[in-house]
């Protein structure tokens, strides 16, 4: 009897199996969209090829699936502390089924029990035992996380994954949207980020795309947590602005090929994330969104100390016509490292050391 990942608190079950009809649907919570869709998909499931005409059996029947949710139905979209929370009685005396739950989230993941109990013994006959069942998931945070930088994923494709992780009752798609590889995440304020940023024209997800997204994950009870990458692994973003990104120099004093850092010591850079962010909080509907918070890594700190007026006053010079650094140089961090001009001077030499080894 499969109940998916989240164990129950009380269970109980009944031998023998009974036999089970999908008549009706008593739903107590009034018009609900995610209620009545919900029964639409899990009669389909739970009862595939179904014909009521045909059907006849000698075991007790079950005629009917009761529904109810305390709070009533909502509009809103699923969010961290969503209760799912729920208890399902299949009785044998009174011929019904009765789901309760708090909140339609918890309904939604007593559905998903109630097809997982029935079974189809014979062609057209399903069974399923008398059950008492009190659930509540383990873990509020239950994800999965695609990566569509890296690996462009249709929209159907994205769908098919938010199915199959409502069968197993996971309720956190975190959507991996941009990466240094590619930019496919729409902005209508910014457009060139998509139409430069990404593999082809192609590889895009529209602002209609990611609400379809949206609106089929919260009718299976699932929220959708959008990451942009950021500060690092940022080098799709220059691909339309390479402001954002500064000028990076390997330890040997070339421009590095691995440039794809936000450049923290530009005002421009902070005035374009909030322009960004603040269009791409409008659009998606959970209380998070995903910052990335990737590494930058030391051996590319140049990318900030080149910034002569804030941190390089003692560098020395640049000498532009073959692009090697002259003068000092640190392989460390100049506001952690307390020490001489002379050690300061081996740390170089000592990661040029490095970086030759």
Known sequence: MALSMIN??????????????????????????????????????????????????????????????????????????????????????????TLTANQVWGALRGLETFSQLVYQPTKNKYRIRTVSIADSPR???????????????????????????????????????????????????????????????????????MKKVMDYARLRGIRVVPEF?????????????????PLCYNPQGFISELSNIMDATQESTFTFLSEFFTEALALFKDDYMHFGGDEVSYDMQQCWYLNYIKYGADWGYVDNSNMRLRGLYYQCDPTNFQGTDAQKVRSFAFGQLNMAK
């Open 229 to 245: 990458d950021t500060p690092g692994h940022a080098g799709a973003w220059g691909k339309a602005f390479p402001h954002l990104l």
């Open 8 to 97: 129950p608190s009380f269970f109980s079950a009944d031998d023998p199996p009974y036999t089970l009809t999908f008549v009706s649907q008593n739903i107590t919570v009034g018009a609900c969209d995610v209620i009545d869709k919900a029964t639409d998909r899990y009669q389909k499931l739970a009862f595939p090829l179904f014909d009521a005409s045909t059907y006849s059996d000698t075991a007790a029947t079950l005629t009917t699936l009761s529904i109810a949710v305390a709070e009533g139905c909502t509009s809103a979209f699923p969010q961290l502390g969503m209760d799912e929370s729920y208890s399902l009685v299949v009785d044998k005396s009174k011929g019904i089924a």
């Open 139 to 209: 873990f509020p945070h239950r994800g999965v996380m695609i990566d569509s930088s890296r690996h462009f994923l249709p929209v159907g494709i994205i769908l098919e994954n938010l199915d199959l992780m409502a069968q197993n009752k996971l309720n956190v798609l975190h959507w991996h949207l941009v990466d240094s590889e590619a930019f496919p995440y729409t902005s209508l304020k910014f457009p060139n980020m998509s139409r430069l940023g990404a593999y082809t024209p192609a590889h895009v997800y529209s602002i209609a795309d």
